[in-house]
């Protein structure tokens, strides 16, 4: 779990090719897929982040943990970020956004989705791979931070559920 703290805005665009990237920390649940860096990015920049459903056994729980971020002078702080993801027919993937301030001690469920609100560009029956810039296959997501306006040290995790699916890409 990250001990750095960030103060807020914090920015990620996933274009440096250390993954992850500094003051970012990756948690597999164990299974054989997890988030890596991908090439591919939702502008020129290219660059994102994936979690590879295509190869994750359902049922696998894979975390990618932000910084810490200092949210102490914001009052209404907003995440958002940008998503790319195909569904692949009869298998549901979810993504949730969980916020600590006990550092991880208890979770806040701040966001959530799973297949077919998940998905952005359809179903594919190959390993889903985004065009970068895209508009079409990328979206953009926020989920409210309000709730933890005011604390100094919130921890924010990507928290991904696989159903076998089919892959996820977040960028910016």
Same mark, same amino acid.
């Given at each position: 779990?990250p001990v750095n703290v960030s103060v807020a805005p914090v920015t990620q665009d996933f274009v440096a090719?250390?993954? @992850?990237?500094?003051?970012?920390?990756?948690?597999?649940?164990?299974?054989?897929?997890?988030?890596?860096? $991908?090439? %591919?990015?939702?502008?020129?920049?290219? *660059? $994102?982040?994936?979690?590879?459903?295509?190869?994750?056994?359902?049922?696998? %729980?894979?975390?990618?943990?932000? @910084?810490?971020?200092?949210?102490?002078?914001?009052?209404? @702080? %907003?995440?958002?970020?940008?998503?790319?993801?195909?569904?692949?027919?009869?298998?549901?993937? =979810?993504? #949730?956004? %969980?916020?600590?301030? #006990?550092?991880g001690a208890t979770w806040t469920t701040i966001w959530t989705k799973s297949d077919p609100q998940l998905?952005?560009? *359809?179903?594919?029956?190959?390993?889903?791979? @985004?065009?970068?810039?895209?508009?079409? =296959?990328?979206?953009?997501?926020?989920?409210?931070?309000?709730?933890?306006?005011? =604390?100094?040290?919130?921890?924010?995790?990507?928290?991904?559920?696989? *159903?076998? *699916?089919?892959?996820?890409?977040? #960028? #910016?």
């Open positions: 779990i090719t250390t993954f @992850p990237p500094v003051n970012w920390t990756r948690i597999n649940g164990g299974g054989t897929a997890t988030y890596t860096r $991908s090439a %591919v990015g939702a502008t020129a920049a290219n *660059g $994102s982040t994936k979690m590879d459903f295509y190869n994750s056994a359902a049922g696998d %729980v894979e975390y990618l943990y932000t @910084p810490k971020v200092d949210l102490s002078t914001l009052t209404n @702080p %907003v995440l958002t970020f940008k998503l790319a993801k195909a569904s692949y027919t009869g298998f549901i993937d =979810q993504c #949730d956004i %969980v916020a600590s301030t #006990d550092c998905t952005t560009s *359809g179903a594919a029956t190959a390993a889903f791979t @985004p065009t970068s810039g895209s508009t079409t =296959q990328w979206r953009n997501e926020s989920a409210s931070l309000s709730a933890f306006a005011g =604390q100094t040290e919130v921890l924010i995790a990507f928290k991904a559920v696989s *159903g076998y *699916g089919n892959n996820m890409y977040l #960028d #910016d």
